[in-house]
């Protein structure tokens, strides 16, 4: 019987022990949020990115980032060869190109062309007008 009983306070003291530790725990949950506040902080005050640096920065998968720098589609920089960076300015004007108007800019694009350019003066497929 005298060891039931000292192993029901042990074990009574180990899980007082692990709850005194998991209240100290609670300030992480803050922690990791002034974390992930560094993690966006960081990547808008660095000018030159590392390959998986770019990688989380554009939020594409490695092998669609080596696929981008050998094709020659993403700006990139290899100054020994081997390593690659990329700036982030290049990496920004990267990720606007193509830009797709909204219906009411392709609205309002369309009204203007027409109104500066008729139909019918335009001139087809490069051929001359007959005179």
């Given at each position: 019987?005298?060891?039931?009983?000292?192993?029901?306070?042990?074990?009574?003291?180990?899980?007082?022990?692990?709850?005194?530790?998991?209240?100290?725990?609670?300030?992480v949950?803050?922690?990791?949020?002034?974390?992930?506040?560094?993690?966006?902080?960081?990547?808008?005050?660095?000018?030159?990115f590392?390959?998986?640096?770019?990688?989380?920065?554009?939020?594409?998968?490695?092998?669609?980032?080596?696929?981008?720098?050998?094709?020659?589609?993403?700006?990139?920089?290899?100054?020994?060869?081997?390593?690659?960076?990329?700036?982030?300015?290049?990496?920004d004007?990267?990720?606007?190109?193509?830009?797709?108007?909204?219906?009411?800019?392709?609205?309002?694009?369309?009204?203007?062309?027409?109104?500066?350019?008729?139909?019918?003066?335009?001139?087809?497929?490069?051929?001359?007008?007959?005179?």
């Amino acid at each position: 019987m005298q060891n039931r009983t000292t192993f029901m306070e042990r074990l009574s003291e180990r899980l007082t022990t692990v709850e005194s530790v998991l209240k100290k725990l609670e300030p992480v949950e803050n922690l990791l949020k002034r974390l992930e506040m560094l993690e966006e902080s960081f990547y808008s005050t660095k000018k030159v990115f590392t390959f998986q640096e770019a990688c989380v920065y554009i939020g594409v998968s490695e092998s669609m980032l080596y696929k981008l720098t050998a094709n020659k589609e993403i700006p990139h920089y290899k100054p020994r060869g081997k390593m690659v960076y990329f700036a982030k300015e290049e990496l920004d004007e990267w990720l606007l190109q193509n830009c797709e108007p909204a219906i009411d800019d392709a609205t309002r694009m369309a009204a203007e062309s027409a109104t500066v350019e008729p139909f019918f003066n335009r001139r087809q497929n490069g051929k001359r007008k007959k005179d």
